[in-house]
């Protein structure tokens, strides 16, 4: 029997437990560990001005898992999460409020979709936006911190 578990706290996190065994039980129990073995961060945003607290996604994000496509696109505040009952109670345990949703591929595979919408919900940290473009100070360099070593000759060992 296979065992597909979502977690959430409606707040930004949200994991994801798949998990085969002989009996029901060992599944679920196998599945909820592995799910929270795997929570990870979502980063929630604004569609339009960026009024209030976020309730959707920064931007367009794309996930896949074997040949099933999903596409999350920003909604505006209201909208709603449109999409397949699966994927929607993955949103709504992240915490997404607002949301569209398109996929492609065999769908059917209810293990597939809430991969490849897991995949692209954690995509949401994969790049930086210009907000967190904050300057950051660099380390020295170790050709210039020990130039003068280097230039006298001294060896360290």
């Known amino acids: 029997m296979k065992a597909v578990v979502i977690i959430g706290d409606s707040n930004g ?4 437990g798949i998990k ?4 029901v039980a060992s599944a679920i129990k196998a599945a909820i560990v592995i799910a929270k073995l795997s929570i990870i961060p979502i980063r929630r945003g604004y569609w339009g001005s960026n009024l209030g607290a976020p309730h959707s ?3 367009k994000v794309t996930g896949k898992c074997g040949s099933v496509l999903v596409r999350l696109i920003p909604a505006p505040r209201g909208k709603g999460i449109v999409a397949s009952p699966v994927v ?3 949103m709504q345990l992240a915490g997404v409020e607002d949301v569209y949703t398109t996929s ?3 769908t059917r595979t209810t293990e597939n979709t809430l991969k490849a919408a897991f995949v692209a919900i954690g ?17 020295p360099s170790p050709l210039d911190v020990y130039a003068e ?6 060896r360290r060992y």
């Open 20 to 23: 085969t065994a002989k009996e």
């Open 123 to 139: 995509n949401t940290y994969g790049y930086l936006t210009p907000n967190l473009w904050a300057a950051q100070p660099l380390a």
């Open 104 to 106: 492609s591929g065999s």
């Open 13 to 16: 996190h949200v994991g994801l």
């Open 88 to 90: 929607r109670k993955l």
């Open 149 to 154: 070593e280097a230039a006298a000759g001294k």
């Open 57 to 59: 996604l920064p931007t």
